[in-house]
């Protein structure tokens, strides 16, 4: 049985009330505007509230008010423009205003009834191996983060594994048009909401997730925030909640990671304002594996070497691999790689570093088709150094022959050196 604070059209609420009395539930408030609403959460604590998804009803505020009390929010639309305006604020729960009873119901137990967190599917199931977290980060002058994340991610699926790829840059989240994807629900922020109410489940994680289909490994994308208005639900300890629950989700956790690492508190000492780079610092400090890029060009090394002493304040860098993307002579003159090593060696004490080529063809075909490398252009030479890269340091070498193994260890360090 759930308690419920209906604010809803009297029609639709008429409708829905004997399945409610039926299914055991008790309607335990009526109110009609948001402030209502806010007013009952200062004094009660349903478990869940049922709202028309229009403005008089259903704001942000509500939403952040339902996430403090671990309160389930479920909005009901009659119009286009209440669908939009529940999407704008990134709510997922939300059903055609003629949804029949079993289908509210449904939302309802995937996190209220139904207490099987992700936690405890993972202890009734015997202990389960916990996935590992790759967090792409990289200064400000788009080095590539987002295509690097994509293609790691598709990699790693093409190898057999479940991947879920998660978009945690609050400046400049583009996981979700690069894959053609839509974002008007923001896939992050939704499942830390959940995290924060204590309800994220796997089934959770599969209705807010989407799922970038492909022949040769599909992955799950968790779409990151276009708008402002969702960055406060993204606190440290709801953002380290959701990556854990990730991890035990799927074998690998692949965050596109913002490029900003200052800390929140020392951009504002306003203690409730919004929490901007949370999510990229917990996702380096929390992930097992930092991949740190940079555009290999004079500007986007400079901007790479400065960023890097500043990384190196937040994690210890013995977990990063470097990898310098858009290698290309015109913007570095003869022998780029050379000219690339040298200069990370000299100014940053990097001793290896991979090399990803300037590849326009491949990039274009990618973005224009919204897929991955591997699917819009196989013969692609930066998918090829990002699917080396993939097998020799974020996946585990298999087991091999004896000679096998010498020849590739020598493999390993040949490309380490670029
Ligand atoms: N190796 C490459 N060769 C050619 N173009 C590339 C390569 N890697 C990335 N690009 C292109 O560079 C642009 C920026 O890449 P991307 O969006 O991955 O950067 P980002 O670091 O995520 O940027 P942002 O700061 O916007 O998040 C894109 O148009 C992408 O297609
Ligand atoms: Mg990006």
Known sequence: ????????????????????????????????????????????????????????????????????????????????????????????????????????????????????????????????????????????????????????????????????????????????????????????????????SDSLTRTELERVAQRYDSPSGAFWVLTGIGRPSRWPELSSERVTRTIDALRRWVDYVVLDTGFSLESDEEISSDLFAPRRNAATLTGLRECDHVVACGLADPVGMARFLRAWVDLADVITTDRVSVVMNRVRSSAVGLDPRGQVIQALRRFGGIETAVLVPQDQQGADAAILTGRSLRDAAPKSPARARIRRFVRAELLPVPDQAPSRRRARAWWRRAVTAG
């Open 1 to 196: 049985m759930a308690t419920l604070a209906l604010a809803l059209p009297r029609r639709t609420e008429d409708r829905l009330l004997a399945d409610i009395v039926e299914n055991g539930h008790a309607v335990v408030a009526r109110p009609s505007t948001v402030d209502d609403i806010l007013d009952l959460l200062g004094e009660a604590t349903p478990d869940v509230v049922i709202v028309g998804a229009a403005r008089s009803t259903l704001s942000a505020e509500l939403i952040a008010a339902c996430d403090g009390g671990g309160i389930r929010l479920i909005a009901l639309a009659a119009t286009d423009a209440d669908r939009r305006h529940a999407a704008a604020l990134g709510l997922h729960e939300v059903l055609d205003a003629s949804a029949g009873w079993p289908e509210i119901e449904r939302l309802i137990s995937g996190g209220v009834v139904i207490p099987l967190r992700i936690g405890d599917r993972a202890a009734a199931a015997g202990p389960a191996r916990a996935g590992s977290v790759i967090a792409v980060w990289g200064p400000a002058g788009a080095p590539g983060r987002t295509t690097l994340a994509i293609n790691i991610a598709a990699e790693i699926a093409a190898a057999g594994h479940t991947v879920v790829l998660a978009d945690i840059d609050t400046y400049s989240g583009s996981v979700a048009p690069s894959l053609g994807m839509l974002d008007e629900a923001p896939g992050f922020a939704a499942a830390c909401r959940l995290a924060g």
